[in-house]
């Protein structure tokens, strides 16, 4: 397998940064989006300036150190990410669901896969959605995808090309220092909620496609390639709701149908003060094997936008149907937790200070939750 690295410099981003970022209620927040942040060397505060890394067989083991993360209310816990390319273990994945696939009120999984399923067209599990790499405020806003160079890209749905150029973070057209490099984004014929759906395809070799263009689910936008701030090829896939910005971004991982038979966890995870936990490790393991192990941390507190529904602050999806345990270190403490995944849908569950694990149905969807003041840009 392969492994991407990206390289950035991030303060070419942080110029970009501030903007109203509004969720449920208002929170503002430097968000320096980062299409790419994806190296291993992450997570660690201190360290703002990247450290550039070549993909490679004898790439070190990353490890990440949580105890230097902001939030001293957590326990230590040191953890370390799988090797890169290892998840997930198998390379074969069924057909997936037909979209739009929605089997309870609250899913949307709208969206096919960017990429064939003859090629890896899950996200790597180092790069999700929602983590910070390189410095606190650069955020993952999308997933990433491993292919080759030159794999054909595919409209997640359907609709209309409104952008395809170089430039898309910078706003600049034609600007080949644009951390995206050559990048498509598609207005979808349908929305969500009453709001514009976007998806955006980054870091491709060759852009096939125009403004303007209109495209079924499958056609082809582009090539894969590692244009922009990557030091591999790779497809950098976002879903954007309510408008054309990297501030509104959502988790891929809630709008990409499921293989079928499979399913996908969603969680919400806060501390004793009500807070949604920060970049905390949380491992998931199929039971009854002992492997193989998932792990995955929970975004980057205030730096994603998580569902309206869920107001999750983890997804792991792709997770073939079955039992499975939930373990973390909390206080000091070995927790578990036991959840069924069941195909095709979510699993929600959460974990509070005072109450620990549980699965129970999200509350209510309320018209707070709705973000009125989201402007669509087309
Ligand atoms: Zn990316």
Redesign the pocket.
Known sequence: MMKLFHTLDSDSLLSKGGSKFRQFGVFILIFIFL????APAVMTETGPTPTAVIAGEAVTQPTVQVDALPNPTIAPFRFFLPTPGAEPVSGWRPPLYPVPWAVSAYDHFYFARPIAADNVNWPLAE?RYGGVFFAPNIV?T???IDAEEGTPILAAGAGTIISADWGLYTEAPGNISDPYGQAVVVRHDFGYKDQALFTVY?HMSKIIGVVGQHVETGDVLGLVGDTGATTGP?L?FEVRLGGNTFYTTYNPELWMAPPQGWGVLVGRLTDEDGELLNLYPVEVRPLPSEVPLRKVLTYAKGAANSDSYYHENLVLSDLPAGLYKIAMEYNDKDLQFWVDIYPGQVTYFTFTDEDGFSVVPPPMPTLDFLPGTATVVP
């Open positions: 299409i790419t942040a994806c790069y993952h999308g997933v990433d980054a790779h950098h």
